[in-house]
Each structure stands twice: as C-alpha cells, then as structure tokens.
C-alpha cells in the first residue's frame, strides 16, 4: 500500500496569510489526524477526523481548522497566520477498526511564515 | 492520559544495544505501549506496541515488566541509520480518539 501523502512539502508564507494544507492517508485508513511540530513545543495534536466528522481537537486557536472528504482525504487550513505558525504539520492516519490501533504518519509539511 | 518520561538523549556506538527506558507510572489498565522513530524533517515512524511481557519484531523488542509502569525500547546493534528521536507513547486502546501525546523523546545518536 501506499504510504500517508502530504502536499506541498514546502511552503513559505507571511504574516496574516491563509494556508491549506492536503493529506491523503493509506488506502482503508478512514481516520486522519493532524499534529504541528516545533523545536519548542514538541509533537501537539490538532485534530482527528472519522469518516468526515471531527471526532477530537487539540488546544489551538479557531484559526486552526481542518476537513475531511468521503474519500478519506484531508485538509487543514489555517488562517491569519502568525509567525509561531512556522512548523512542520504532520498527518497520520489509522485503521481504527484494529484492536492494536496505530499511526502512520506522512513526511509533513514545513510551513515557513515571515 | 498517561505522561512519559524518557531521556532526553543518549549516546552510542556502531554494532552496540541501545536500550531506551520510558516511565509511565499512571498507566491504565486498557493503555498500549507504543515506540514510534522520528529522522529529521519526517514524520515519525510506527516501530513497535506492546501490553505487557516482550514483544520482538524485525526491528527493535519492548520490554515490560509485570507492573507496566515502565518499558524498555532494545535496539540491537545500531547502525550510523538508527540516529533518530524515539518517542514512547502511552494511549487508550481503539475508539477514545487519537490523542496520543507525543512527549520530549530520547534523542539517540549512533556514532561511528
């Protein structure tokens, strides 16, 4: 199977800019979750969506958002960007039918925003 | 949830055992085991889950003793490859949503 795919790789943005960020998980994985990582503040969770609703969310601002598509793919945007905004977004999904439930993640997304 | 502590870093060399600890007293009773490996600018990586006693795959083993309140990550013989941050987590079985939370992790670096 193909692994979780993130686009774009890259993206440099400015302040007060919107982004959308896209993610396709594994084949069968209906949950998507989505983490920013920083060199401070570690791994933190966003959010996770199942079968197109938002099952949890993480503490960040409104200006955090995301949705999920019958296909099973994801996106997040965030808007008015800020410049602790800059981080590598994760998105990972799972097989939630499983007893033993893990994630796969995607190579992420680096979000530079000056 | 339950919080993981681990070390922050450690050292090693080619061909040698590293052997990752990770405490996490307050572990429920349904909560798994899971080590996942992080190279920089990716994503992490899936390594190995476990409940309780040993489990062994192709790449690492995770010990746990009797009282799961602590775990071992072995990788045996390392590689200049396996430098990485290895993260523990501790997480709720199934349908309680995925929060798992991602501590500080180990950072592990194999030296020649």
């Known amino acids: 199977k193909a692994g979780v795919t993130q686009t774009p790789r890259y993206l440099i943005k400015t302040r007060g800019q919107q982004v959308t960020l896209s993610c396709s998980p594994i084949s069968g994985h209906r949950s998507v979750s989505w983490y920013q990582q920083t060199p401070g503040q570690g791994l933190q969770f966003l959010f996770e969506?199942?079968?197109?609703?938002?099952?949890n969310k993480g503490n960040f601002p409104g200006r955090f958002s995301g949705r999920q598509f019958s296909n099973s793919r994801s996106e997040m945007n965030v808007s008015t960007l800020e410049l602790g905004d800059s981080a590598l977004y994760l998105c990972?999904?799972?097989?939630?039918?499983?007893?033993?439930?893990?994630?796969?993640f995607g190579p992420g997304t680096r979000l530079l925003v000056l | 949830l339950a919080k993981t502590t681990q070390p922050i870093s450690m050292d090693s060399y080619e061909g040698q055992e590293v052997n990752i600890t990770c405490s996490h007293n307050?572990?429920?009773?349904?909560?798994?085991i899971t080590w996942y490996q992080q190279f920089p600018s990716q994503g992490p990586r899936f390594i190995i889950q476990g409940y309780k006693t040993k489990v062994t795959n192709e790449v690492a083993s995770l010990f746990i003793p009797a009282d799961r309140k602590s775990s071992t990550l072995s990788l045996p013989r390392v590689s200049l490859s396996d430098t990485a941050v290895y993260y523990c987590?501790?997480?709720?079985?199934?349908?309680?949503?995925?929060?798992?939370?991602f501590g500080g992790g180990t950072r592990v670096l194999v030296k020649p």
């Open positions: 307050n572990i429920a009773t349904n909560d798994y």
């Open positions: 987590l501790v997480g709720p079985r199934v349908a309680a949503g995925n929060k798992l939370t």
């Open positions: 990972a999904s799972s097989d939630r039918t499983s007893v033993q439930e893990t994630q796969y």
């Open positions: 969506y199942f079968s197109e609703t938002q099952r």
